[in-house]
């Protein structure tokens, strides 16, 4: 809790005393989505019936079970009725050879090398702004197959999270806009600048991960979410 400072590794919402250990790769069996379904309204721990998962691998990650690099802190939510065991990946797995199984695929073995189409926020070489984007009214949006796969995988569009970011959407487009159009050196841009720091912070009450991923695509590459905090951070 203390390494992801109390949130969720995958949707950011606070995680308060309950909260599970989720295992990036699922350590018993592995499913596939073939529908995502919908979270069924005002029941917000739900997801609709119309979610439907199947089993492709009988045994899964076994020996990353106690991997520490394996562990990721989740709510409740994103991952019992949303992530499971699913796990995508770029590579086709391979088919299992008894077409009369009722897993279509082999096993994964230690050693093999693949593509998580599932972002996982530990990994050093992730840019989260390069798989997904926000509206101004935080919905959430892919750009890459990684981003669809992570967004589809745990619900991170489903209604009670787009509400919960609109606020904080709305707010960070226009401190962005102010401090875009305030005068280079003036106490404006200083002001603006401090304000969309304190909301991509990590101590932030807000969804930073969100505010970071909606400075990096309106600087559209131009510059990177570190090199601005640095820049106006308030020491
Ligand atoms: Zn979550």
Request: with cysteine; net charge negative.
């Amino acid at each position: 809790m203390e390494a992801q400072r109390h949130r969720c590794g995958y949707c950011e919402l606070q995680v308060t005393s309950y909260g599970d250990v989720e295992h990036y790769r699922p350590k018993s069996e592995i499913k596939q989505l073939e529908a995502v379904g919908e979270e069924q309204e005002n029941l917000h721990n739900l997801v609709s019936k119309s979610r439907k998962t199947s089993k492709m691998c009988e045994d899964g990650y076994w020996w990353l079970a106690y991997d520490w690099d394996n562990y990721l802190l989740s709510c409740t939510l994103c991952n019992r009725p949303y992530k499971g065991t699913l796990f995508p990946i770029k590579e086709q797995r391979p088919v299992h050879p008894d077409p009369a199984s009722e897993y279509p695929c082999e096993n994964p073995k230690q050693g093999d090398q693949e593509t998580p189409l599932l972002m996982n926020p530990f990994d050093p070489n992730l840019a989260p702004s390069e798989h997904l984007e926000f509206t101004e009214s935080g919905l959430i949006k892919h750009k890459t197959d990684t981003g669809k796969e992570t967004i589809d995988t745990l619900g991170l569009s489903r209604d009670s999270l787009n509400t919960g970011r609109i606020w904080a959407a709305k707010k960070i487009f226009q401190y962005f806009k102010n401090f875009a159009s305030a005068a280079p050196g003036s106490d404006a841009e200083k002001l603006f600048a401090s304000e969309i720091v304190s909301m991509g912070n990590e101590t932030s009450i807000a969804s930073p991960g969100m505010c970071r991923i909606i400075y990096e695509n309106l600087v559209d590459g131009q510059g990177t979410w570190e090199a601005f905090e640095n820049k106006w951070k308030v020491d």
